[in-house]
């Protein structure tokens, strides 16, 4: 029941001082960034049980110096996480203050498919495979938006390195828009391996690289993985060797690079006005 304003009126000439006004509720505020990447269990205890449970375990980090933790370890290798030895310092930051005892471990906002898996659904569907590559990534952000343009392109899966690029978190879950619900994502330990494991399907394997062919002369109809890589550093060495063709977009501004999301969108959309056969107008 509301207050009477007369009351406080009625306050004022018995004390001469004007009461406080009735607490009001906090706005909501969205999560901050740190607070979306919290998503992880701290402590031997806790670490050990998301393990043996199958929780979508990302990266085990393990404070330096710190003896006991083998048999986290190798849980957590045997569940494919990799193993990150980091400071107490850094482990406490990422712990949000939790008691940690040496050991956080992260986990992905969805579960991570095996390559063969995620093989299988283009198969299933009848369709030429379409999957699209991140070669080291570490901006959650974009992941997200990368992941989003390719489930509205029509791809069939996201494939992703297991080290020195961002999992799925928290973060890229809500960039997608939710498309990271909806696409399948493998993470494997060795890229150059996994594009090697495509070509064995049939499928031709392009990077995106300022240095290559035109992005609308290239033939997309059959099996694609396209290759997309870090802003600052394009792609890695053994992964571009391992690509059938370089892919590029061309630069007329001062600014001689795209964001890296951006870039794959463009030549992803490529991909699907091939498939679905809309003719482009030729002047």
Request: charged share 25%.
């Amino acid at each position: 029941m509301a207050k009477d304003p007369r009351d406080r009126q009625k306050s004022f000439r018995k004390t001469g001082k004007v009461p406080a006004s009735p607490r009001r509720e906090k706005p909501f505020r969205e999560a901050s960034r740190e607070e979306e990447e919290s998503l992880f269990a701290a402590g031997r205890n806790a670490v050990m049980e998301a393990l043996s449970e199958g929780k979508n375990g990302d990266t085990l980090f393990v404070a330096a110096g710190v003896g006991g933790l083998t048999k986290i370890i190798d849980m957590a290798k045997a569940a494919g996480c990799p193993v990150k030895e980091v400071s107490e310092k850094k482990l406490s930051e990422l712990s949000k203050g939790v008691r940690h005892q040496g050991v956080l471990l992260t986990l992905s906002a969805v579960p991570y498919l095996e390559l063969s898996e995620l093989l299988k659904i283009p198969e299933e569907r009848g369709e030429a495979p379409f999957f699209v590559i991140a070669d080291e990534l570490e901006d959650p952000h974009n992941l997200g938006a990368l992941i989003r343009t390719a489930e509205t392109a029509g791809a069939h899966g996201m494939i992703i390195p297991k080290r020195r690029n961002v999992g799925v978190t928290p973060t890229v879950y809500k960039t997608s828009a939710g498309a990271a619900f909806h696409l399948p994502v493998a993470r494997v330990t060795n890229l150059a391996a996994a594009i090697d494991e495509l070509k064995q399907h049939n499928i031709w394997v392009y990077g995106c690289d300022m240095k290559g062919k035109n992005w609308c002369e290239t033939d997309f109809s059959g099996g694609v993985a396209l290759v997309v890589g870090s802003e600052g550093k394009g792609l890695s060495r053994l992964v571009r060797e391992q690509c059938d063709g370089m892919i590029s977009l061309p630069m007329r501004g001062k600014i001689t690079s795209l964001n890296a999301s951006v870039a794959g969108g463009i030549i992803m959309y490529e991909v699907l006005r091939q498939r679905l056969n809309i003719s482009a107008i030729n002047r």
